[in-house]
């Protein structure tokens, strides 16, 4: 076959002919020829300039762009329709589109269309500054989502119609495959609800980059069955987006490697709450509640979760491990190559430069050892539960009872968002919040009597880790929580006054809280820039 047609008289569906020894060249030919298009595939599409793309776009267009952190965002477009926004709103016109990825993004999404004042509204998750800013002024309508649900929500048409799907690709065949770059995130599902998809393709990523992604994408209720994933290293779907030729509108040429990603060295913090975390999984081992194979380790992104790994991989007692998690970051790369772990599941790899270059002049064998995936894989219910993730992730603040505000400074101005950590929170055996004591000099204290944001529930939060200790609050009633925690978490310049406060809560009911009181640290904060010192009474 060559383009799924035999070389036959089909109008008269007669068997194909024996063939010549020159007809026989022919073919070969052709299939060469074939093989050529399959792998350079944008050449049968319309090559389109950014600009171009961003003309067709319309003033409340919802646009899905492929991005989860800065890895396999696109870059071209976005900057092209945050120009467009500027010339549109400079000639009095309005001009703003809903914006949808699958988490945070390059600086080439958010951070451009922030500027240019290009978003009407933006979800699932957020870390740009510019746009941070602009969504806690109310300039930008931003609505928190747990990653897992979102592409469900984009299927049912929840976030409104989907226009356009802008999904970078390190390549493109003839029959609308695509290979994602450095992320999947939720492009799989944007590319088939959009109703046009623009592929930008990157030329700094190797066509060798298909064979890395593993695309599966369920059913919608009720027709789901069970995801038939078992083991982390399992492949359950396509090296591809699938895409339908027709849809895609044009193919936009990049030449630009991902915004690069640099982590802080470790610090004396954040290498004992590493150690912590550490000594705590060991210590469960023995006490025969992590099985002596182990199990998947999920992590949150950033300095301390880069701690948190780098303190599994040096510990003598934590046997080789599997991660399902969703983002991969440099203390993974680490973590493959001394044999500590020996496979890695993810939706994107956010690197430095120098591991982002490691990854690429390795990336047959890095293969081998790591997939990426659709986020409502990575951060399904019903795989996480399944394989038995311990889940360690970040808090802002978290209170005496064990409930954690990972989102929001002092209740109101918005960080990032929740991200995926409630969907692993939920469902790991072991949920773990880890946290320096405190921040600005000491002046603020992340363990208060209680959080001025709640995202994580004293229901799912199972274990708090700071540089001071371990809280182990599972099979802990209220008032054992609260005192383990100032005990074990709180920074000892903050523990006598926490210790006052439960004093005066003493045998007042079940929950150690105070409607009057809970938020003093708080307010003396916004008072005087300074949690210390709290008058009780």
């Known amino acids: 076959r060559v383009h799924g047609e035999h070389f036959c008289d089909n109008k008269k569906k007669t068997p194909p002919p024996m063939l010549s020894r020159h007809a026989r060249q022919r073919v070969v030919a052709a299939g060469s020829a074939w093989r050529a298009a399959y792998f350079s595939g944008a ?161 700094s990523f190797p066509r060798s980059m298909r064979g890395l992604h593993d695309i599966y994408e369920p059913r919608n209720p009720p027709n789901r069955r069970e995801i038939p994933l078992y083991k982390a290293r399992d492949r359950i779907g396509t090296p591809f987006i699938k895409v339908a030729p027709s849809k895609i509108v044009g193919v936009v040429r990049t030449n630009e490697p991902d915004a690069p990603t640099d982590f802080d060295p470790l610090t004396p913090v954040t290498e004992r709450i590493g150690n912590n975390v550490a000594q705590f999984l060991a210590n469960e081992l023995k006490a025969g509640r992590i099985p002596p194979s182990f199990l998947p380790i999920q992590s949150g992104v950033g300095n301390v979760c880069n701690a948190v790994l780098s303190a599994l991989g040096k510990h003598p007692e934590i046997p080789p491990f599997e991660m399902y998690s969703e983002v991969i970051q440099d203390s993974v790369f680490d973590l493959i190559d001394s044999g ?43 795989i996480i539960r399944r394989l038995g993730l311990i889940g360690i992730n970040t808090a802002l603040e978290a209170d005496l009872t064990g409930h954690v505000n990972s989102t929001h400074v002092l209740g109101t101005h918005i960080m990032n968002a929740i991200g995926g950590s409630a969907d692993f929170t939920r469902s790991c055996s072991t949920s773990i919040f880890v946290c320096p004591s405190t921040a600005k000099g000491g002046a603020i204290s992340a363990i208060v009597p209680a959080v001025s944001h709640t995202d994580h529930t004293e229901h799912s939060v199972q274990v708090l880790v700071t540089e001071n200790g371990v809280a182990d609050l599972r099979g802990k009633d209220p008032t054992e929580r609260a005192h383990l925690v100032v005990e074990n978490c709180a920074h000892p310049e903050y523990r006598p006054q926490l210790r006052e406060y439960l004093a005066l809560l003493k045998n007042k009911g079940h929950a150690v809280a105070s409607l009057e009181l809970e938020y003093a640290m708080h307010r003396k904060f916004k008072a005087d820039g300074d949690m210390r010192g709290v008058k009780w009474q």
């Not at 890895?71 to 709103?89: M, T």
């Not at 020996?342 to 002049?361: C, E, I, Q």
């Not at 990336?363 to 659709?374: D, F, M, Q, S, T």
């Open 43 to 203: 050449d049968l599409f319309p090559v389109k300039t950014a600009d171009e793309i961003a003309s067709m776009i319309k003033d409340g267009d919802v646009v899905g762009f492929s991005a989860f952190t800065a890895a396999g965002a696109a870059k071209a477009v976005p900057r092209a329709i945050a120009r467009k926004a500027v010339a549109e709103h400079k000639a009095g016109r309005p001009f703003k589109i809903g914006v949808v990825t699958g988490a945070s993004t390059g600086p080439s999404i958010d951070g451009e269309l922030a500027r240019a004042n290009a978003i009407s509204f933006r979800t699932p998750y957020q870390s740009d500054k510019d746009l941070r800013n602009a969504i806690n002024k109310g300039d930008v309508r931003f609505f928190d989502m747990h990653l897992s649900v979102l592409q469900q929500t984009v299927r049912a048409g929840l976030l409104g119609r989907m226009k356009w799907a802008v999904i970078e690709a390190s390549s493109i065949s003839s029959n609308g495959e695509i290979v994602p770059t450095t992320s999947v995130g939720a492009s799989n599902t944007f590319a088939a609800e959009a109703d046009w998809v623009v592929v930008e393709l990157n030329k």
């Open 340 to 382: 500590k772990c020996t496979f890695a599941s993810g939706v994107a790899v956010t690197l430095s430069k120098a591991t982002n270059d490691r990854l690429f002049a390795n990336l047959e064998a890095y293969k081998k050892k790591l997939v990426l995936r659709p986020m409502e894989i990575t951060n399904s219910p019903e």
